[in-house]
């Protein structure tokens, strides 16, 4: 339902959400996939094993495509899909939109 899908910069790939659970997308948690431009390569980016997953899907590339920024319990965190590791640039809690500058 909540998909907000978003081709990266150079339009190789697509940035989309996956509910958790598909029959209750209105509720479900949100798992960031990335897709090749072809429909190839699918991979989950987020959430990593020990979380749950996005509440309210809000993500956006960074102008060289190389990371992706996301909101998470409402702090936003920084991940390059090709290291897997998120980094949290905040820690308030009251992120709600993003806007690469």
């Known amino acids: 339902m909540w998909a907000t899908p978003r081709f990266s910069p150079d339009g190789e ?23 090749d431009r072809d429909g190839s390569n699918q991979t989950m980016i987020h959430p990593q094993q020990s979380h749950g997953g996005l509440d ?17 319990l409402g702090d936003v965190l920084i991940l390059e899909p090709d290291a897997g590791v998120a980094r949290v640039l905040t820690n308030e809690g009251g992120a709600t939109l993003l806007r690469w500058r």
């Open 13 to 35: 790939q697509l940035l989309y959400g996956r509910a958790i659970v598909p029959y209750q997308s209105a509720t479900s948690a949100y798992a960031l996939q990335v897709v």
């Open 56 to 72: 309210a899907p809000e993500w956006a590339w960074s102008p060289d495509g190389a990371a992706v920024a996301y909101i998470e």
